[in-house]
C-alpha cells in the first residue's frame, strides 16, 4: 500500500486547489510545502481575478481574507518627469472581478481549509526528488526517504526542478523569464483611501510602463488594506542587454518624481524577488507523465496581456483540473500516462488552455522594446504640449506630428508596430 493516495509537491494556490478538492471527496493526500506555512514564499503582485477561486470554494467572495475588491483600473505611461493616465472605475455593487491579496494571508487561510478537509499538509519540507519504480513515478524523496503514491502532482512554481530531472521541460531561456523586485509598503488605511481616492473596501490596480529606461518591463502597484504593494518586472534578456539591474529600476521607480508623491511617510516592510514564465503558450511543458502530472506555474501558465497579469487564476483552475483527473485515475487504478492524459483534455476545454492559445503571440508583442521608452516618451511629449499654453501659436496636426512624432521613428515602423499590435492582441 502506498503512504498516500496523491502526493502534492508545493503549497502555493495551485498545489492548495488540488488538495482541497481530493480532500474533500476523501482522498488521502499529502502535501509537502518547503516555506514555514503555505504563503510564506510566495511572491504576487497581486491582483486575483475571482472566477476560478468562487467556482472552487463556492463560498461568497466577501468571506475570503481579500484585501480590497478593485473598483479603480489605472494604466499610467511615463517618461523622465511627467506621466499620463487611463482610468476605468467600475462601481457596480456585488460585482468584483478581481481583489488585490496578500498570499501570506490569502494561503494560509486556504491551507487551513484544505486541511479541514483531511488533507495532510506538511511545510517546512523540501521534496528532494520524484521516486521511480520501472520508469513510472511513484512516490517522492524527502530527506533521503521515499514516500509513495499512486500519483504525484508537480505544483513547486516556476522555479519547478523535478519536471527538468525527468526531461519533461528544457532549461529555461533568459527571454522565457521575467524577473521582479516588489514591496510591502505600509500607509495605514484612511491614508490609503485618502491617497487613492477610495471608500473602505475598494481597491485600485495600476500598471506602469515607460518607467523601465528602455529595458522590456514595466511597475505595478496594488492597493490592500492598510498596505500598498509596488514592484517592477523585466524581462532577463532585456536586462542584460542593457546592463542594469532589476534592483536599479525599481529603485529609480519608486524615486520618480510621480511615485515619490504617493509613498510619502510610507514604511516598507517586505522586500522580495520572483520569476515570472512569461513565454505563455509556447513555454508549457510535457504535463503528464506515468504517475505524475504538472499544474500552475510549475506547468508554464502565466498570461501576461498587457496591463492583465494572470497567474493565480491559472493556478487554481489547473490545481482543481489535476485533481479532477486524478480522482478518475485513481476510481479506475490506472495511473499510467495514457489515463492521466484526460487533465490535457480537461485543460484543453478551460479557460488555461484556450486563453494561453488565444494569446500565444502576445509575449512577441510585449517584446518590443519601442514600448518601453520611445512611445511613452512622445506620448507624454504630445500631451504635455496639448496642454501646454504660452502665447505661441501651435502648427497644424500634421506638421507637429511630422516635427515630433517622425522626427524620432519612421512612420512605416509604427504602422508596421500597429499591425502587429492588432494581429496578434
Ligand atoms: C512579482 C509578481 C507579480 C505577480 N502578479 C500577479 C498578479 O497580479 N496576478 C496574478 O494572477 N498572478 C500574478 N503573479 C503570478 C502568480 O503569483 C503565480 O502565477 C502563482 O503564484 C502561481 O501559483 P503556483 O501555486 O503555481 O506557484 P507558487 O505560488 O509559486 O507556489 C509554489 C509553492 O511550491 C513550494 N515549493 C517549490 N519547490 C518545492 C519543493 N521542492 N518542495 C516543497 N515545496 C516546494 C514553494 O515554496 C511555493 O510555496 C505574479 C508573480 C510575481 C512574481
Redesign the pocket.
Known sequence: MPDADVII????????SAAYKLASIGRNVIL????EY??S?????????LHAIKKLLNIPVEQMPFERFVTREVVTIMDEFRSFSIELNSYEKGKYQSATVL?AIF?KWFASLAEEKGASIITK????DLYLEDGKVKGVIVANEKITSNIVLV????????PLKLGLRKEFEANYLVT?A?AVIELGEEEIDKRFNLKKGQGMAQIFVGMTKGVTGGG?L?TNRETISI?V?CLLESLVKNKTSIADIFEDFIYHPVLEKILEGGRMLEYSG???PVKGYSMIPKLVYDGLLI????AG??LENGPI???????IES?SLAAEAIEKALKEGDYSEKKLSIYLDLLNNSFVLKDLKRYKNVPKVMQNERLYKLYPSIINEIFYDFFTVDGTTKPSLISYLKNKTFKHINPIVILKDIVQFLLYS
Open positions: 509537491v508545493g503549497g502555493g494556490l495551485s498545489g492548495l509537502f510545502e518547503r516555506g503555505p504563503g514564499k510566495n511572491v504576487t503582485g497581486g491582483r486575483m481575478y498570499r494561503d519540507t523540501k521534496v528532494d505544483s513547486e512554481g516556476v522555479n519547478s526542478f523535478l521582479s516588489k505595478f496594488y514592484g518586472v520572483h520569476l515570472i499544474s500552475g506555474d510549475a501558465f502565466f497579469f494572470r497567474g493565480m487564476d491559472f493556478a490545481g
